[in-house]
């Protein structure tokens, strides 16, 4: 090797070393401006090869290159370590503790919403129901659509629900049910279909003992060979009994939705009053939890199931509707304060 390959592996060998050993940008910038920049002695060597006779430029100039291709791929692993190593410093030092610390061996809890959802998927499963989930942000088409809603119903203006700046006008939004699991289940999965889908749901409601504007949802779904509404009704009777004790009664009253045909509306004897009439139930004796019916042919049309083949009844009612009566509690409000006087109870 001639003296001057011999130099030119040192300085390589001494800038490799150096970019190795860099633990901070700062330190990265001045040893590559030592090794890479233009008074470096690479650079030096690389002003050197005009100078050189034509037979030896070619092989010298080979032999330059290939020092800065290694030490700049050396440089830029360098650069990636550092970031990284520099990223985990600077989380662990804005890490902030938000570990609530009570007296006493209390542990952490789902809150009553969450055990809530649990018991009642436990319930269905032992019924034979899968349990289905999907997003939370909607398209117009899952959420409305293709549940057989009209362009003009109410429930898709904006006074009810909450439309997201995406996409064409009003195209997707919050979703203000679960009933665009049903569709995503029919779609994806042929019939015979047993399935509850719970999870959030959203809507511009006035907060009251009853309402909130975010809740919780559970809805159920059946689709196949000879289903009547006398499965449905009996489904209904059973999940009450189950969840609620026998005490507890349900009814159900004719309604109108347009993804059921007929429909109903699911109501269950006041745990407040007992069915003797209260601000709660208002003065009724009963609260709804929700609605059901038969699956409307043109709801199975349009996720290409022939409803002369298959049938089948939908439900749906708020997990946190239940929370509340299955516990007593007289305003559903109470679910989010965040007191732990209350959450400490369940």
């Given at each position: ?259 059921t045909e007929p429909s109903a509306e699911f109501e269950i004897t006041c745990t407040i009053c007992q069915g003797g009439g209260c601000r709660t139930c ?61 959450i400490s109870q369940f």
């Open positions: 090797m001639s003296d001057e390959g011999a130099a030119l592996a040192a300085l390589v060998a001494a800038g490799l070393a150096r970019l190795e050993a860099v633990s901070t940008l700062e330190e990265l910038a001045a040893a590559e401006a030592a090794v890479l920049g233009k008074r470096s002695e690479l650079a030096s060597h690389q002003q050197a090869l005009g100078r050189l006779p034509p037979e030896q430029r070619r092989e010298a100039g080979r032999q330059v290159n290939q020092a800065r291709q290694a030490l700049q791929a050396t440089a830029d692993k360098a650069r990636d370590r550092v970031r990284v190593a520099e990223r985990a410093r600077r989380l662990q030092a804005e890490r902030l503790d938000l570990t609530e610390v009570t007296p006493g061996p209390h542990r952490g809890r789902l809150n009553l919403v969450g055990q809530t959802r649990d018991e009642l998927e436990d319930v269905f499963v032992g019924m034979g129901y899968s349990v289905a989930e999907g997003p939370e942000v909607e398209t117009d088409w899952h959420n409305f659509e293709a549940l057989n809603m009209p362009v003009a119903h109410p429930a898709r203006s904006g006074h009810d629900t909450l439309y997201l700046d995406w996409g064409p006008p009003e195209s997707t939004l919050l979703r203000t049910q679960t009933s665009p699991v049903q569709i995503r289940v029919m779609q994806g999965t042929p019939p015979p279909i047993y399935s509850v889908m719970p999870g959030k749901v959203y809507r511009k409601d006035t907060p009251d003992a009853r309402h909130t504007p975010s809740f919780s949802q559970i809805e159920g779904l059946v689709v196949d060979r000879g289903i009547t509404f006398g499965d449905l009704a009996g489904t209904i009777r059973s999940f009450t009994a189950a969840y609620f004790g026998p005490s507890i009664q349900s009814r159900l009253r004719p309604a109108y939705f347009p993804f208002s003065g009724t004796g009963w609260i709804e939890l929700g609605g059901c019916g038969m699956v409307h042919p043109k709801v199975l049309a349009n996720v290409g199931i022939d409803a002369e083949e298959w049938s089948g009844f939908a439900f749906g009612f708020g997990i946190d509707r239940c929370a509340q009566m299955r516990h007593g509690l007289s305003d559903m409000r109470v679910l989010l304060d965040n007191d732990i006087r209350f």
